[in-house]
């Protein structure tokens, strides 16, 4: 098996597997508690039907958009996901070179294996910067100085994190090694990624602030001051205030189903939370996305764009850049195959006139 055989989301998953060892292919693959959550995210999806209109023209199609202040070729992008160089040797560079050349957002985070400098000179389209609050708060200050001095063109603050969850398949698989994490390399974000002598459990629960709060966060909002997306979102009330402190996004998404297993699924929450902000912010959706169709189903119901993580990460083990291109290429295609399917010209016509839950 190779990359040529891969043409969906099992079959990268499958060849990432025969290529990392069983503890860090598990680390991708799983999440907390009995993975109830992790499960849900993606069958969600399935509750929902497409209502195609037939006789359209769809010779031309458009799948562009604009989120987080930048046009993007089409309406999905990858998650800020940690340790790139933990599944492939070349890591995050590999990663932001095929999401510049897919034309989409690449996204790094706090706990990436690639300096934001140097990404910032391997990608020159648009990156946002996944940041978390630490306890030191200098640490903060000085990630977002270095996200602006190096082209950074959005922030996403991830805050649903505050504690590791409890992702016991790590525990069965002996992942206690690999992605260790100091200060000091979180600080200067070097290529020492692999020479570090803390777990990443440690990490967050010693260096992620619980005490985090709302005043933290709109006090990141004005000092980036520039798109801002607010990521773990998962009510209503909670979007409202990201709208308070001025926010320009949130994304819908409960950590892959990493963190809080019984929580509710992102596509299960995603029309409540549109129909009371959507006017007001753009709403992002993340987690269980597979496939083409899914996306299309939640623009459909009002999410402005998607991003995935678990895929992307699985086709960076699979093939490192080509891997990434790949999977985003064939996700690229299935969107615009399913859009000409559904009769829809533009993203705008995917409304909630193409959409029905299967119990109506």
């Keep these: 098996m190779n990359l040529k ?3 969906n989301f099992e079959d990268f998953k499958k060849l990432a597997k025969k290529k990392l060892p069983s503890p860090i292919f598990h680390y991708i693959d799983g999440g907390s508690d009995d993975e109830v959550t992790l499960n849900r995210n993606t069958e969600a999806f399935n509750d929902y039907d497409l209502i195609p209109n037939v006789l359209n023209d769809v010779s031309n199609i458009d799948m562009s958009t604009t989120v987080l202040g930048e046009k993007i070729d089409f309406p999905l992008f990858p998650s800020a996901t940690a340790m790139h160089r933990l599944y492939h ?3 995050e560079r590999a990663s932001a070179r095929a999401v510049e050349k897919m034309g989409t957002i690449f996204g790094t985070s706090t706990m990436g294996t690639v300096s934001i400098e140097e990404i910032g000179q391997i990608n020159k389209g648009p990156k946002s910067f996944q940041l978390y609050i630490h306890k030191d708060r200098g640490l903060t200050d000085n990630l ?3 996200c602006k001095k190096a082209g950074f063109t959005s922030l996403c603050l991830t805050v649903d994190t505050v504690v590791a969850g ?7 698989t002996g992942f206690t090694t690999p992605p260790k994490l100091t200060l000091a390399n979180i600080i200067h974000m070097t290529e020492k990624g692999s020479s570090i002598d803390k777990s990443v459990i440690d990490y967050i629960n010693e260096q992620f602030d619980p005490a985090m709060n709302w005043k933290d966060a709109e006090y990141c909002v004005k000092k980036w001051n520039g798109p801002f997306a607010l990521k773990g979102v998962m009510s209503v009330e909670d979007a409202k205030k990201a709208i308070d402190i001025g926010c320009t996004a949130v994304i819908v998404s409960n950590h892959g189903g990493r963190q809080l297993d019984g929580s509710r ?5 995603l029309a409540e939370i ?14 269980g996305v597979r496939r083409g169709t899914h996306v299309l189903k939640a623009l459909s119901l009002g999410a402005k764009a998607c991003s995935f993580g678990k895929g992307y990460l699985f086709a960076l083990a699979a093939g490192g850049q080509k891997g990434v291109e790949k999977i985003l290429a064939n996700m690229k295609t299935e969107i615009n195959r399913d859009m000409k399917l559904m009769g829809c010209r533009t993203l705008k016509e995917l409304n909630r006139s193409k959409i029905i839950h299967r119990r109506n």
């Design 5 to 7: 055989d891969c043409h």
């Design 144 to 146: 977002l100085e270095r």
């Design 89 to 91: 040797h070349e890591g």
């Design 274 to 287: 549109v129909d009371a902000v959507g006017d007001k912010i753009e709403v992002i959706l993340d987690g």
């Design 166 to 172: 409890n992702r016991e398949r790590d525990r069965r």
């Design 265 to 269: 699924a992102p596509f299960d929450q």
